[in-house]
């Protein structure tokens, strides 16, 4: 942290670390710089909040490669702060960059918590409901702002049940274009038809173009992503309700 930080400065800065420390369970770095002081304390008010974390691991293997976050001003409760920890009086709006590496990434999909996650979609085509349900999903990073996937999934249709396997190639969703498909393979099944893919193409338009997430108490919304070979980086808007205590925090 800057050596020009106040004191009260430094003793929330340290805090917010320590509570963060509480809920990752590796980091390469961790530093988070509180700006306000000592009057802004008293009268509840911050005037920002600024993180930087390098190789963090939280819950059972998602790894983030590079985060760097930024708050707006925030609302605190002024007594909690001057006994050194940090409780939001609103809501705070951050900007997020983060970086996750193809391995990253890979690892998360196949985690147990994103796994847990992972839900069943019912689908139009034509007039049958068709439903499916994620078994396994990887995602390849070949370079050149293009993104490759191989999904896994179990396939009901007319009450039958069956392994569905398919790759593709997309350029994602950016500020300055929609998503585009390149190409769309069927590797394991009897094949489906046109209507069932241009069915599931539709779905992951509707899920890339949501308004927003939510995990937890955090809101967020993807204002740009950008593809490199191996690496992808998001910006994002976030919406956090509350910085959880040391206290209330369950270790992994």
């Not at 930080?5 to 320590?18: D, F, G, K, N, T």
């Not at 000592?38 to 590079?66: C, H, M, N, P």
């Not at 920890?85 to 985690?111: C, H, K, M, W, Y």
Request: negative net charge.
């Amino acid at each position: 942290m800057p050596d020009e930080q106040r004191l009260e400065e430094q003793l929330l800065s340290q805090e917010a670390e320590r509570m963060v420390s509480h809920q990752i369970e590796k980091a390469e770095k961790i530093d988070i710089d509180v700006q306000t002081d000592l009057l802004k304390i008293v009268q509840g008010q911050a005037d920002g909040v600024s993180f930087t974390g390098e190789g963090l691991t939280i819950k059972e293997d998602i790894r983030v490669q590079e985060i760097k976050l930024q708050t707006d001003s925030i609302a605190i409760n002024p007594l909690s702060a001057l006994f050194g920890q940090i409780e939001l009086n609103q809501p705070v709006n951050t900007i997020a960059r983060i970086v996750l590496t193809e391995i990253d990434i890979n690892r998360a999909l196949s985690s147990d918590f994103v796994r847990s996650k992972l839900q069943s979609y019912d689908l139009q085509v034509d007039s049958e409901i068709v439903n499916l349900k994620p078994q396994e999903i990887q995602i390849f990073l070949p370079g050149s702002g293009k993104l490759e996937f191989s999904i896994k999934v179990l396939l009901t249709e007319m009450g039958n049940t069956r392994p569905l396997s398919f790759t593709g190639m997309v350029r994602p969703r950016t500020h300055s274009q929609p998503l585009m498909l390149e190409s769309f393979n069927c590797t394991q099944g009897e094949g489906v038809s046109i209507e069932l893919v241009v069915a599931i193409m539709q779905k992951i338009k509707e899920l890339v173009n949501l308004p927003s997430f939510k995990w937890e108490d955090i809101v967020f919304r993807i204002k740009d992503l950008e593809v490199e070979k191996g690496i992808m980086t998001l910006m994002i808007e976030t919406q956090v309700k509350q910085i959880p205590s040391s206290s209330t925090v369950v270790s992994p």
